[in-house]
Protein backbone atom coordinates (compact mmCIF):
# COMPACT_ATOMS: atom_id res chain seq x y z
CA UNK A 1 0.00 0.00 0.00
CA UNK A 2 1.22 3.43 -1.08
CA UNK A 3 0.39 6.42 1.36
CA UNK A 4 1.40 9.04 -0.32
CA UNK A 5 4.39 10.28 -2.97
CA UNK A 6 6.50 13.65 -2.61
CA UNK A 7 8.83 15.11 -5.17
CA UNK A 8 11.44 17.16 -3.66
CA UNK A 9 14.47 19.25 -6.33
CA UNK A 10 17.55 19.03 -4.73
CA UNK A 11 20.89 19.61 -5.98
CA UNK A 12 22.49 16.90 -6.81
CA UNK A 13 25.89 16.03 -8.38
CA UNK A 14 25.68 15.94 -12.07
CA UNK A 15 25.40 12.20 -12.85
CA UNK A 16 22.39 11.68 -10.22
CA UNK A 17 19.38 12.47 -12.20
CA UNK A 18 17.40 11.06 -9.10
CA UNK A 19 17.01 8.46 -6.37
CA UNK A 20 13.51 7.54 -4.38
CA UNK A 21 13.46 6.85 -0.67
CA UNK A 22 10.25 4.97 1.61
CA UNK A 23 9.53 6.97 4.64
CA UNK A 24 8.72 5.86 7.98
CA UNK A 25 5.24 6.11 7.14
CA UNK A 26 5.81 4.04 4.08
CA UNK A 27 5.62 7.06 1.79
CA UNK A 28 7.74 7.84 -0.67
CA UNK A 29 10.22 10.74 -1.71
CA UNK A 30 10.76 11.23 -5.29
CA UNK A 31 14.39 13.15 -5.47
CA UNK A 32 15.27 15.14 -8.58
CA UNK A 33 18.28 16.83 -9.52
CA UNK A 34 17.55 20.71 -9.92
CA UNK A 35 20.10 20.98 -12.33
CA UNK A 36 18.76 18.36 -14.63
CA UNK A 37 16.31 20.17 -17.08
CA UNK A 38 12.55 19.48 -17.33
CA UNK A 39 12.45 16.66 -19.38
CA UNK A 40 14.88 14.88 -17.84
CA UNK A 41 13.75 15.50 -14.55
CA UNK A 42 9.85 13.94 -16.43
CA UNK A 43 11.98 11.04 -17.24
CA UNK A 44 13.24 10.83 -13.73
CA UNK A 45 9.99 11.27 -11.84
CA UNK A 46 8.33 8.25 -14.26
CA UNK A 47 11.19 6.29 -13.45
CA UNK A 48 11.57 6.29 -10.30
CA UNK A 49 7.67 6.08 -10.05
CA UNK A 50 7.56 2.84 -12.17
CA UNK A 51 10.41 1.56 -8.94
CA UNK A 52 7.18 2.42 -6.62
CA UNK A 53 4.91 0.91 -8.26
CA UNK A 54 6.59 -2.51 -8.71
CA UNK A 55 7.38 -2.97 -5.20
CA UNK A 56 11.52 -2.58 -6.23
CA UNK A 57 12.37 -1.24 -2.86
CA UNK A 58 10.67 -4.12 -1.03
CA UNK A 59 12.56 -6.49 -2.61
CA UNK A 60 16.41 -7.60 -1.60
CA UNK A 61 18.19 -7.59 -5.20
CA UNK A 62 17.18 -3.68 -5.43
CA UNK A 63 20.91 -2.83 -7.15
CA UNK A 64 20.32 -5.74 -9.76
CA UNK A 65 16.58 -4.33 -10.44
CA UNK A 66 18.55 -0.90 -10.78
CA UNK A 67 21.49 -1.77 -13.13
CA UNK A 68 18.79 -3.68 -15.51
CA UNK A 69 16.50 -0.51 -15.64
CA UNK A 70 19.35 1.16 -16.99
Known amino acids: MIN ?3 VTYVNLPPRVKSF ?3 NYDMSYTIVLNCR ?3 EQ ?3 SYNHELGHI ?3 DYEKEEINL ?3 NAH
Do not use: H, K, R, W
Request: net charge negative.
Open 4 to 6: GIN
Open 20 to 22: VTQ
Open 36 to 38: ASY
Open 41 to 43: NLI
Open 53 to 55: YNG
Open 65 to 67: IEN
